[in-house]
């Protein structure tokens, strides 16, 4: 007797639960002059909005060095509950999750290209994408402007747009992320 394969299921845990975290969005302080905002949707094969992901950015500050700065998860010491960032200091780290609609916004500083960060080639903020279905998290990167780099060059055009964000008005860019289907963004594979 043969029995049919098990069908598949989404998989859990379901990460816009527990892991984001009041002001995740917030990347650089609040008020500062050179603070840009990058926002855009999450979508689908289908390009229906995925309201439940959850994204991770990480990146270079502004001088182009990697080391960031302490601060996104602070506790406070007498009651071990939760303090926020300082609201001083670019930590070069967020985590936000998408809304119903499968938007999200962080504000941050532009990433150098000095220092530390030569080595990466355009300015850009790395992202990570965790979602339902998804049995791997999934990298990608968001440059704020086009230009030669190492990863870039190597991209058909129709595909290198993918990674490159719209510039709106008032500081702030567009990256919307494709999971699959017509205009997926390109994702990278890390060992």
């Keep these: 007797m043969t029995l049919p394969p098990t069908p598949s299921s989404t998989v859990g845990p379901f990460y816009g639960y527990a892991l ?20 855009g949707y999450v979508r689908d094969g289908a390009g229906d909005p995925v309201p439940d992901a959850l994204l991770e950015f990480w990146q270079a500050a502004p001088d182009g060095s990697l080391s960031g700065a302490p601060g996104s998860l602070r506790r406070d010491p007498v009651t071990g509950g939760f303090l926020g960032r300082n609201g001083t200091d670019f930590t070069g780290f967020g985590r936000v999750a998408t809304d119903a609609d499968g938007h999200y916004t962080v504000h941050t500083l532009a990433p150098g290209s000095s220092g530390a960060a030569r080595s990466l080639g355009q300015p850009h903020i790395a992202l990570v994408v965790f979602a339902r279905g998804l049995l791997h998290h999934l990298h990608t990167r968001a440059y704020l402007a086009d230009g030669p780099d190492p990863l870039l060059d190597r991209l058909p055009a129709e595909r ?8 709106e008005p008032h500081r702030t860019h567009r990256f919307d992320i494709h999971l699959q289907g017509e205009g997926e963004t390109v994702f990278l594979e890390f060992p």
């Design 160 to 167: 290198r747009a993918t990674l490159i964000a719209a510039e």
């Design 20 to 39: 984001p975290f009041p002001g995740g969005e917030r990347i650089a302080p609040e008020g500062h002059p050179e603070r840009i905002t990058l926002h």
